[in-house]
């Protein structure tokens, strides 16, 4: 393939994130090694957690659909490309064996019709693995409205799937991607989990059906919903489809229109949905008590801290005690630190020392526990509250380091909250 086709293909893909990371662009300085590039290679996390290349590229960014956000949508004037399923597959192979990339993300713009691109990209996925023998991670983009037998065949060969939400509404949906519609992003993300779970039950366990899973994107800010709402579908999704994570990609005005802001949402909006989206999955907490439908997530502090100190009735809980859902509800107590909490109490009385070890952000805990009935922070609620705020702020302008204690500014990347 040549680098124009090349370049216009890796690029068009960027903005997708629901493979995990893209988009940033850093030249290599005398001395250094290495390129960051805005499109091509990107990174994904396998299930036992290594982190991998991929190839991220797309079949075509010729659309029929009219997405008014997308820069590729039908209407708009850029440079048009599409590669064949060989040529694909060749690139993916020398990528391959240059050690560039272990596996691949293929999406594609929905040229012709929406069973030509999904069978393209089928194709391609089935060539791989039979004619060319790879054997490495494929992540395959759904296209909505394909038939449901190319989906089959789709997983039955990719690792990974999946269908983008793009918008948090219906209602948005409609005016914003009007050829899309819910039906069409959803059903197919129930189709797969419905095989799954029969292919599972049917081989006991034995054997692959998307190994990986389903992923989805869900673009924030670009319509009004509040993250209450975008919380609640995220939840159903994760309930209904088994999902391995939703990605939520923080607005940014790439295509100007009357029906779209002209601002960027903001990272830190991103990162706050990221940090709910942890308490979800992981410490037992429901959409519903993280932000009313119609709230936002707050910035001053992450949803963690603003869920206890709206609930200051369940606090101070004792550490050598407490049951393993309220200790998961403490700030400053992250799973890993739950899980230590629950085993070293099993063999004596905690001290608050101790708690330092079990890696507890012990300035934000300290409010919210008592260790063998003592208290170690502040009564002064509105002092609390600005001494979270506080110490949020400067974590988030500290550079992270592999080797700190676990804090505010990595908590959406590793869940720790
Ligand atoms: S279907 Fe919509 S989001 Fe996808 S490439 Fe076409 S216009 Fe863009």
Known sequence: MDAERLKILTESAKYDVSCSSSG??????????????????????????????????????????NCLYCPNRAE??????EATPDEICELVMAFYRRNY????????????????????????????????????????????YADPLLLTRAAKTADRMSYNVELPSAKSLKLLAPQKTRESLLL??????????????????KGKFLPAGQTTQMIVGASPEADGQILRLSQAMYRKFSLKRVYYSSYV?????????????????????????WLIRFYGFTAEEIAGEGENLPQEYDPKCAWALKNLQFFPVEINTAPLEMLLRVPGIGT?????????????????????????????????????????????????????AL???????????????????????????
């Open 24 to 65: 940033s662009a850093r030249a290599n300085k005398k001395g250094g090694l290495g390129n960051a590039s805005v499109g091509g290679i990107c990174h994904s996390f396998t299930p036992d957690g290594r982190c991998i290349s991929l190839l991220k590229i797309l079949l075509t960014n010729k659309c029929i659909y």
């Open 76 to 81: 708009a004037d850029v440079p048009r490309a």
């Open 101 to 144: 990339i272990e596996g691949l993300f293929l999406s594609s713009a929905v040229a012709k019709n929406p069973d030509y691109t999904m069978e393209r990209l089928v194709v391609t996925a089935e060539k791989l693995r039979k004619e060319y023998r790879f054997n490495g991670y494929i992540h395959l983009k759904g296209i909505p």
């Open 188 to 205: 197919p993300m129930k189709q797969l989990a419905q095989q799954k779970s029969e292919y599972a039950a049917e081989h006991k366990g």
């Open 253 to 277: 005005p790439v295509v100007r229109h009357s029906l779209l802001p002209d601002t960027c949402t903001g990272l830190l909006r991103e990162h706050r949905l990221y940090q709910a989206d």
């Open 336 to 388: 890993l630190g739950a899980y230590k909490i629950m085993k070293a109490r099993k063999f004596g009385t905690l001290r608050f020392e101790d708690l330092a070890r079990m890696r507890v952000v012990l300035k934000r805990a300290k409010h919210f526990i008592t260790c063998g009935g003592k208290f170690y922070g502040s009564e002064n609620v509105s002092a609390v509250r600005n001494l979270l």
């Open 391 to 417: 110490e949020e702020h400067d974590s988030s302008s500290e550079q992270l380091s592999m080797f700190s204690t676990l804090d505010t500014s990595a908590s959406a990347l590793t869940g720790q909250l």
